[in-house]
């Protein structure tokens, strides 16, 4: 053999030879290593020993676990990633593992309940720290005021100042730590630009205790979109929340959209009619883009259906335009229109804009017409004789209205006939609310008394109380109430030329403004006196059952201002 040769074979086994070494020599990759987490609970009711003992366990590793009750204490169960009774117990690792030991107390336990107020104020320790505690444990209990907090007091089922203090558990028990906060922040907050939108707090307070956490709330105003928080805040979440640990001012940046926006002035028009004059004249609404790009595609529409007594029109379909609303006296038939109130909304639309549709509130009053001329609903007489006591219960329903005082001489004395009157007049649903220029009781005289040589008056006043035409008589008028003002007073006339005319002014206008309820009027006499002869001072006026002409009836003449 060659010395080559020989070279050549040397150098080949020992290349070889490195080739399996290095394959031998690689190391494996780690197994998978799981945890097992072992508890008590309560946390002072025991204790568990597991074997092996180890912080982590290789696949498949199946564990031991003894639970050994402490004094008082005895053990009830697995729960968790093991369960039963048995006790020693096995879990086998193949995947993490979280084991509890329950264990019952063999004699009565208790809770201690602590809290702290306000809950972000401070915190409280108690030693020993345990889950429940046997009769007569002294529980240490230390409060740490948070920053910004001073603690004050304790609460509940522990009373004082001193800290730490001590509390006995020979019941369940709740202990308060009350902290007082030592200063306080001031939010601002602000928006950019200023129309773009509002932000909203939670809780909305002018100043904040320390560590509080409110509630921003960034609404965009019309045209505009949310854009980010500046200031003591960053971000673009919307609510959002900050934490007061400090003064902080925060500020709200919209951005404008180029969205239109319908813009009408005025939103509202009234219109006031009176029947039988003219229509009032027609109005107009300002329509302007209030937003940015072009307003276009306007439209009118009537969102409560479209009125007969109005019509709107638009000058163009493009912002800005005018809008003219014109009311009508008639229906399209021409029939005219009642007296009253009418309400509807034109709406002006665009597909265009951002917040179509904008509506235009249209009211239109129609006023009775300037004089209402009333005949009376209904009237009654009530008579009382000193002679006849029958009459002061009986009705008189259709005679004329008689007022005033009939003296009738004797051998020693006199005797006398009285006689008062009432009216309604049923107008209220014409006068409720309306100005009332003057209003006059009107009544025509069907004879005169007797004795023209003495003046006696009649007085008018409004009643107080309501009363029945069927039913009225001298004695029940007796027991009726009269308003205290707008008394008309009158001269019994001496003539049926013409009639009397009462100013019951006042009397209408509480009637119209709602201050007064219409009872109607009461009419009777004032200033009669006995003149030691035959006297016959009663006037006899028209009504309603006793007239020489309908015209003549009793009438209420209302004129509106």
């Given at each position: 053999?060659?010395?080559?040769?020989?070279?050549?074979?040397?150098?080949?086994?020992?290349?070889?030879?490195?080739?399996?070494?290095?394959?031998s020599?690689?190391?494996?990759?780690?197994?998978?290593?799981?945890?097992?987490?072992?508890?008590?609970?309560?946390?002072?009711?025991?204790?568990?020993?597991?074997?092996?003992?180890?912080?982590?366990?290789?696949?498949?590793?199946?564990v031991?676990?003894?639970?050994?009750?402490?004094?008082?204490?005895?053990?009830t169960?697995?729960?968790?990633?093991?369960?039963g009774?048995?006790?020693?117990?096995?879990?086998?690792?193949?995947?993490?593992?979280?084991?509890?030991a329950?264990?019952?107390?063999?004699?009565?336990?208790?809770?201690?309940?602590?809290?702290?107020?306000?809950?972000?104020?401070?915190?409280?320790?108690?030693?020993?720290?345990?889950?429940?505690?046997?009769p007569?444990?002294?529980?240490?209990?230390?409060?740490?005021?948070?920053?910004?907090?001073?603690?004050?007091?304790?609460?509940?089922?522990?009373?004082?100042?001193?800290?730490?203090?001590?509390?006995?558990?020979?019941?369940?028990?709740?202990?308060?730590?009350?902290?007082?906060?030592?200063?306080?922040?001031?939010?601002?907050v602000?928006?950019?630009?200023?129309?773009?939108?509002?932000?909203?707090?939670?809780p909305?307070q002018?100043?904040?205790?320390?560590?509080t956490?409110?509630?921003?709330?960034?609404?965009?105003a019309?045209?505009?979109?949310?854009?980010?928080?500046?200031?003591?805040?960053?971000?673009?979440?919307?609510?959002?929340?900050i934490?007061?640990?400090?003064?902080?001012?925060?500020?709200?940046?919209?951005?404008?959209?180029?969205?239109?926006?319908?813009?009408?002035?005025?939103?509202?028009?009234?219109?006031?009619?009176?029947v039988?004059?003219?229509?009032?004249?027609?109005?107009?609404?300002?329509?302007?883009?209030?937003?940015?790009?072009?307003?276009?595609?306007?439209a009118?529409?009537?969102?409560?259906?479209?009125?007969?007594?109005l019509t709107?029109?638009?000058?163009?379909?493009?912002?800005?335009?005018?809008?003219?609303?014109?009311?009508?006296?008639?229906?399209p038939?021409?029939?005219?229109?009642?007296?009253?109130?009418?309400?509807?909304?034109v709406?002006?639309t665009s597909?265009?804009?951002?917040?179509s549709?904008?509506?235009?509130?249209?009211?239109?009053?129609?006023?009775?017409?300037?004089?209402?001329?009333?005949t009376?609903?209904y009237?009654?007489?009530?008579?009382?004789?000193?002679?006849?006591?029958?009459?002061?219960?009986?009705?008189?329903p259709?005679?004329?209205?008689?007022?005033?005082?009939?003296?009738?001489?004797?051998?020693?004395?006199?005797?006398?006939?009285e006689?008062?009157?009432?009216?309604?007049?049923?107008?209220?649903?014409?006068?409720?609310?309306?100005?009332i220029?003057?209003?006059?009781?009107?009544?025509?005289?069907?004879?005169?008394r007797?004795?023209?040589?003495?003046?006696?008056?009649?007085?008018?006043?409004?009643?107080?109380?309501?009363?029945?035409?069927?039913?009225?008589?001298?004695?029940?008028?007796?027991?009726?109430?009269?308003?205290?003002?707008?008394?008309?007073?009158?001269?019994?006339?001496?003539?049926?030329?013409?009639?009397?005319?009462?100013?019951?002014?006042?009397?209408?206008?509480?009637?119209?403004?709602?201050?007064?309820?219409n009872?109607?009027?009461?009419?009777?006499?004032?200033?009669?006196?006995?003149?030691?002869?035959?006297?016959?001072?009663?006037?006899?006026?028209?009504?309603?059952?006793?007239?020489?002409?309908?015209?003549?009836?009793?009438?209420?003449?209302?004129?509106?201002?």
């Amino acid at each position: 053999m060659s010395r080559t040769a020989l070279a050549l074979g040397i150098i080949g086994s020992l290349l070889l030879y490195l080739a399996c070494k290095t394959e031998s020599t690689t190391p494996e990759p780690p197994e998978a290593q799981y945890m097992l987490t072992v508890t008590a609970t309560p946390s002072n009711g025991g204790t568990v020993a597991r074997s092996p003992s180890q912080a982590s366990y290789a696949p498949g590793t199946v564990v031991t676990l003894t639970a050994t009750p402490a004094a008082n204490y005895v053990f009830t169960r697995w729960a968790g990633d093991v369960n039963g009774t048995d006790n020693p117990a096995t879990v086998a690792m193949s995947a993490n593992r979280s084991v509890s030991a329950v264990f019952t107390s063999t004699t009565p336990m208790h809770e201690l309940t602590v809290t702290v107020s306000p809950s972000i104020g401070g915190s409280v320790a108690k030693s020993p720290l345990q889950d429940e505690y046997t009769p007569g444990t002294a529980v240490t209990l230390t409060a740490t005021a948070a920053s910004g907090y001073a603690f004050t007091r304790w609460e509940g089922d522990l009373t004082g100042t001193a800290n730490p203090a001590a509390v006995t558990m020979d019941v369940d028990k709740s202990v308060v730590a009350v902290f007082t906060a030592t200063t306080q922040y001031v939010l601002t907050v602000a928006v950019s630009p200023s129309g773009g939108g509002t932000v909203s707090r939670s809780p909305d307070q002018a100043q904040y205790d320390p560590a509080t956490v409110v509630t921003l709330t960034a609404t965009p105003a019309s045209g505009y979109a949310f854009t980010r928080w500046d200031g003591g805040l960053t971000g673009t979440s919307n609510p959002i929340t900050i934490a007061m640990t400090s003064n902080r001012s925060v500020t709200a940046v919209f951005s404008a959209t180029a969205t239109p926006l319908i813009e009408l002035t005025p939103t509202s028009l009234d219109f006031l009619g009176k029947v039988g004059e003219p229509a009032p004249p027609a109005q107009t609404v300002s329509v302007t883009n209030g937003g940015q790009g072009t307003l276009s595609g306007l439209a009118r529409s009537f969102p409560d259906g479209a009125p007969s007594w109005l019509t709107a029109t638009l000058s163009g379909a493009t912002a800005p335009a005018t809008l003219s609303v014109q009311v009508s006296m008639n229906d399209p038939l021409g029939h005219p229109l009642a007296a009253g109130t009418y309400t509807t909304r034109v709406a002006v639309t665009s597909a265009a804009a951002g917040n179509s549709p904008q509506d235009v509130a249209v009211t239109f009053r129609i006023l009775p017409e300037a004089t209402l001329t009333a005949t009376a609903a209904y009237d009654n007489v009530v008579q009382y004789s000193s002679i006849d006591g029958s009459m002061a219960n009986m009705v008189y329903p259709d005679t004329p209205l008689a007022v005033g005082v009939d003296y009738l001489p004797r051998t020693s004395g006199y005797d006398t006939h009285e006689a008062a009157s009432a009216l309604f007049f049923d107008i209220q649903s014409q006068i409720a609310g309306r100005l009332i220029t003057r209003a006059t009781l009107r009544l025509y005289v069907l004879t005169v008394r007797g004795d023209l040589s003495v003046m006696p008056q009649i007085r008018v006043s409004a009643f107080a109380t309501l009363w029945n035409p069927a039913i009225l008589t001298w004695n029940a008028w007796q027991t009726m109430q009269v308003q205290p003002a707008g008394t008309a007073i009158q001269s019994a006339p001496a003539s049926t030329a013409a009639p009397v005319d009462f100013d019951v002014t006042t009397i209408v206008r509480n009637w119209a403004s709602g201050t007064w309820l219409n009872y109607g009027l009461q009419i009777d006499g004032l200033a009669h006196y006995y003149p030691a002869s035959l006297s016959l001072q009663t006037t006899r006026f028209q009504s309603l059952e006793r007239f020489d002409d309908l015209s003549r009836r009793p009438r209420l003449i209302v004129e509106f201002q």
